[in-house]
């Protein structure tokens, strides 16, 4: 057990403590899995941390599915279309300018942040919002283009799913939370139906990495129904400060 090896333990478990109530854990997982495997492809550090986000995501969306009621009527054509946008994304992973991706998403992240802050009410109580065929549309569309981006980069892509359920459809946020789980769920699967028959994917350190993310998904999913949506949308937001902070240096870097 090297240094190494125990400090993506720790990264693991802290990225599945974050996405089991706001997602975005990736954006701590992922640097951690490229700053520890240089010599490895791209593709297969997001193949490796898709394995361990998919149990991690899977073990708290089981307990959510237990003390939320889920609007199955919206979730099931959004997760259908995200699923298949992600695997469309996994298969371009390599052919999409990561830098594009990155301002693309930092502007949609000070966005969603400045209407959260903005927003007092927003998502502190559930809605009760009219699902017909145009929103459902709407969700399926939007769906499917946060799941292209989780194919393909992934970072902060639960927390795009969260707003989307808050913003569009009324939820609120611990709804919100779990109806994304369900959703990333379905592009972590696309995802790596493509890079596992790829060859992209270290499958035993997968494992140890979604042991730990599992543990942080349980004590994540715990604070989250415990404390409710006023708790998660202040997480929401310090989340969103910290993604904005970490992809701006990053682009302030490599403009550098």
């Known amino acids: 057990m090297t240094v190494d090896l125990l ?24 640097p951690a899995l490229l700053h520890a495997l240089p010599q490895h492809a791209v593709a297969t550090v997001l193949g490796t941390n898709k394995l361990a986000v998919l149990l991690g995501t899977g073990s708290s969306a089981l307990t959510f599915l237990k003390r939320v009621k889920i609007q199955w009527r919206l979730i099931i054509p ?7 946008c992600a695997y469309i994304g996994a298969y371009s992973v390599a052919s999409i300018p990561t830098h594009i991706m ?7 992240l000070v966005a969603m ?6 927003r007092k009410e927003l998502g502190q109580v559930q809605q009760e919002k009219t699902l017909g065929t145009f929103q459902i549309l709407q969700g399926c569309f939007l769906g499917g283009m946060i799941g292209f981006y989780d194919g393909a980069f992934g970072p902060g892509s639960g927390s795009f799913f969260i707003f989307m359920f808050v913003r569009l459809f009324g939820f609120d946020f611990l709804n919100a939370a779990a109806s994304s789980k369900l959703l990333n769920i379905g592009t972590f699967i696309a995802a790596l139906s493509f890079f596992v028959p790829s060859g992209h994917m270290l499958w035993q350190l997968g494992f140890y990495i979604a042991a730990c993310n599992v543990m942080g998904a349980i004590v994540g999913t715990f604070v989250a129904l415990k404390y409710g949506s006023g708790l998660i949308r202040k997480l929401f937001l310090v989340l969103l400060v910290f993604l904005i902070g970490r992809m701006g240096m990053s682009i302030l870097t490599a403009a550098a």
Request: charged content about 5%.
């Open 7 to 30: 400090m993506l333990g720790v990264f693991s478990f802290l990225g599945g403590l974050i996405d089991a109530a706001v997602g975005g854990g990736g954006l701590i997982l992922i």
């Open 113 to 118: 942040a400045v209407y959260t802050f903005m």
């Open 102 to 108: 990155k301002y693309l998403v930092f502007v949609l």
């Open 78 to 84: 959004c997760l259908l279309s995200a699923f298949t």
